[in-house]
C-alpha cells in the first residue's frame, strides 16, 4: 500500500493506493494487463468501499469466491497489476462517519466526479449546486489530482469507477447520450452486456453513463480515463440502489441495511469484478502490442553490435572501421545460404516421406 498526499490553498487530501500482483518484482512489467478500480468517490455511497475491503481479502485468499475455477483464476492472476483505491473521497467519508450521511462531496464541497477535464463545467437544467459543485476549474481538487497522476503513471487497460444509487453497468459517454463508435467501444459493450447476463440477472441499465439515466454529467472521470488518458476499457459501475428509499434517508438509498443484502451484493459484484479480470487478461493477448518501430532491420542491429564491439576493444578501432562493410556482406551471405541449406533439407524430406504414401488415391 502506498500512501499519496496533496495540498491546496489549506486543504490537505490522501489517498491509499493497494497494488497487487502476484510477483512484486513485476509490478513496474508493463507486459502485464493492468487494472485500476476507485471506490468511495461519493462519500455516502459506503457499500462501494466495503466491495474494494472483499476483492482484495478474495486477492489475498483470505475468502474465496464460490464458483470460480481456480486454475482460471490462477492463470488471470498471473497476467494482471492491479491497483484498488478503496476510499477515494477520504475527507468526505470522515464527514459521513461523522454523521453527515447526505455528503457525496469532498471535504471541501466539491463533486469529485465533475471535476475533471472532458466537457467541464457544464451545467444543465437540473444543476443542483449542493449534489454537483465542479469546483473552481478542472483538478481544482487535490482528490482528483492525485486520481489523474495515478493514472497516468499505471496507464491501465481497464479503469472501474464503482459508485452506487442504482444497478448499472456504464460505459462512455456521461456527457452526451451516446456510446463511442468503433472496435473498442464494441469490446466494451460486449464485456458489459455479458457481465450483465452472469452477474446481475440481467437486472443492471448498460450503456452509456449519459444515455441511461436520463440526465448529463460533465467533468467525470471516467469520460476523461477513455477521452484522454486513453484507457482502452472505462466503466462506471453502481453496484445497488434502493429506489424506493425516502429520499431524506442517504444511507437506505445508497447502501443495504441488511446482512443477506449486504452478503448478496459483496458476493455478486466481487464476482463480476474476477470475471471482468478473467475476461480482460484473456481478451487481450497481448497487451502490448508489437509496435513497428521497434523492429530493427538486420543492419542496424549489427551496427549496433558492431560499434559496441568497437568500444569495448578500442584498440582494434581502425580494423573495425575498415571491415565493417565486409563484416556485414559476409553476414548477409552466410543467412543466405542457412536459408538456403534449411529449404533443401526440408524439400528433401517432403520428398522421402511422399514416397509412403499409398498408390492408390484415397
Ligand atoms: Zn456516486
Given at each position: ?10 486543504y490537505?487530501a490522501e489517498l491509499n ?21 476507485s471506490f468511495g468517490q461519493h462519500a455516502r455511497e459506503l457499500i462501494t468501499t466495503e466491495l474494494a475491503l ?31 483505491v478503496p476510499v477515494e473521497n477520504l475527507n468526505g467519508r470522515k464527514k459521513v462517519e461523522a454523521g453527515d450521511v447526505c455528503e457525496r462531496r469532498n471535504g471541501r464541497g466539491v463533486d469529485l466526479n ?16 449542493y449534489e454537483e459543485n ?7 481538487e487535490?482528490e ?18 464503482v459508485h452506487s444509487g ?73 453496484i445497488y440502489g434502493d429506489?424506493?428509499a425516502?429520499s431524506r434517508d442517504c444511507f437506505k438509498m445508497f447502501n443495504p441495511v441488511?446482512?443477506?443484502?449486504f ?100
Open positions: 500500500m502506498e500512501t499519496f498526499q496533496s495540498t491546496n490553498k489549506g490537505h493506493v493497494i497494488t497487487y500482483c502476484r510477483n512484486r518484482t513485476a509490478i513496474e512489467d508493463k507486459s502485464k494487463f493492468r487494472i485500476l478500480l472483499r476483492i482484495l481479502s478474495i486477492l489475498s485468499e483470505e475468502q474465496f469466491l464460490p464458483k470460480m475455477d481456480p486454475l482460471l483464476l490462477n492463470n488471470t492472476l498471473e497476467k494482471i497489476v492491479i491497483k484498488i465533475r471535476n475533471w477535464s472532458v466537457d467541464w463545467g457544464k451545467k444543465e437544467k437540473d444543476f443542483d449546486p465542479p469546483g473552481i476549474g478542472p483538478f481544482s487535490p482528483a489530482q492525485l486520481m489523474r497522476k495515478l493514472s497516468t503513471s499505471f496507464d491501465p487497460h481497464i479503469w472501474v469507477n442504482m444497478e448499472a453497468l456504464f460505459m462512455p459517454y456521461d456527457h452526451k447520450n451516446t456510446t463511442p463508435a468503433g472496435l473498442e467501444s464494441q469490446k466494451m459493450r460486449l464485456m458489459l452486456e455479458s457481465l450483465n447476463h452472469l452477474h446481475c440477472g440481467d437486472r443492471c441499465v448498460v450503456g452509456s453513463g449519459g444515455g441511461s439515466v436520463g440526465y448529463l454529467a460533465h467533468g467525470t472521470t471516467t469520460d476523461y480515463m477513455y477521452d484522454v488518458a486513453k484507457v482502452p476499457m472505462a466503466f462506471t459501475f453502481e429506489e424506493k425516502s441488511d446482512h443477506p443484502t452478503n448478496r451484493v459483496l458476493n455478486e459484484w466481487s464476482a463480476t469484478f474476477f470475471t471482468m479480470f478473467n475476461m480482460g487478461a484473456h481478451q487481450m493477448k497481448d497487451p502490448q502490442p508489437f509496435k513497428v518501430e521497434h523492429l530493427i532491420s538486420i543492419d542496424d542491429y549489427l551496427n549496433g553490435y558492431l560499434i559496441e564491439r568497437k568500444n569495448r576493444y578500442g584498440e582494434k578501432k581502425e580494423f573495425l572501421d575498415l571491415g565493417l562493410q565486409e563484416i556485414r556482406t559476409y553476414f548477409r551471405l552466410f543467412l543466405l545460404s542457412s536459408v538456403m541449406l534449411m529449404f533443401m533439407f526440408c524439400s528433401r524430406i517432403a520428398k522421402s516421406n511422399r514416397s509412403h504414401l499409398p498408390s492408390i488415391s484415397l
